[in-house]
């Protein structure tokens, strides 16, 4: 059992020193995730990882006590709140392409700059609401390695899975989601 699998069963106990314990390590390992996905992206492009970090973070712990089973259910939670600020990102972008914004703002240090364009990621998005109808497995990996940036061990890992069984699974997925958002463009 992993440190952070440990640390949430704690936390889940109601250790209060267990949850000190697990924001520093989590917050490491998002950080880093989040960094690795930003590596990619071209000179003009500065991601601020820590802004996606610490607002997924935010959301997740919210106003109520979270319980996360364990270290997959964990990133599962994680990989939906980068996707759902993502999304939310990429609509505010594509609005104000369209006109939506009166002002213009202020370049902020911590605004988080996409990595695909906003088109790209809404169709995903709405893609992945019904690949999860049909394969939850499939949806999760895709949140993980499209939204989060993990390697593919990373998510096998994180998911609980053999390399290769998530390898055949991304095949199928990234088939999947071209196949339904070809269709419907």
Do not use: C
């Amino acid at each position: 059992m992993s440190d952070i699998t440990l640390l949430l069963d704690s936390v889940a106990r109601g250790d209060a020193r267990a949850a000190e314990d697990l924001l520093p390590i989590v917050y490491g390992e998002l950080r880093r995730l989040a960094a690795h996905k930003m590596s990619g992206e071209s000179a003009g492009h500065t991601l601020q990882a820590t802004a996606l970090v610490h607002e997924a973070w935010l959301r997740m712990v919210g106003s109520e006590q979270q319980q996360w089973q364990n270290r997959s259910h964990f990133f599962a939670a994680a990989a939906e709140s980068m996707r759902r600020i993502l999304v939310e990102h990429a609509r505010r972008k594509q609005s104000l392409k369209r006109g939506g914004g009166v002002g213009h703002d202020e370049l902020d240090e911590s605004a988080i700059v996409l990595t695909a364009p906003p088109d790209e990621l809404l169709a995903v998005h709405e893609a992945l609401d019904q690949l999860a109808q049909q394969d939850s497995q499939a949806a999760q990996l895709v949140k993980l390695r499209y939204f989060v940036g993990m390697t593919m061990e990373e998510a096998a890992s994180a998911m609980n899975l053999p390399k290769r069984t998530a390898e055949n699974l991304w095949t199928y997925a990234r088939v999947w989601l071209h196949r339904k958002i070809s269709k419907e463009r």
